[in-house]
């Protein structure tokens, strides 16, 4: 997790430095509906690589957004899911589903 003085002033600036990227948005918005091990998301998220992926799930947990929990089991079976800090997301990334939404729904009148 950054330190304070790791984090930009301005509230805004926070979140997008914590979210920001747009495959960190997509994987919040696959984890809002249930946990997902990593072959999922991977095959879940068109045109994401493998080292991409694995550098933004490792930033989120970093971060405190997301949890990863290895089970004891041959072979491992790791889940990603959102932490208490990454629910509270929910309510961004919904307003970011509805304002697309609304968005396109210009172009069809």
Sequence with gaps: MKTKAELPDCPVATTVSLIGS??????????????????????SLDGISQKVLTDSLRSME???IITRTVYPEVPPRVEYA????????????KS?????IDYKEQFEK
């Design 82 to 93: 959102l932490s208490d800090l990454g629910e509270s997301m929910r309510p961004i990334i």
């Design 96 to 100: 970011m589903e509805t304002f697309g």
């Design 62 to 64: 970093e971060d405190g």
């Design 22 to 43: 747009k495959w960190k948005l997509l994987i919040l918005r696959n984890l809002l509906v249930r946990p997902w091990r990593f072959n999922e998301l991977r095959k």
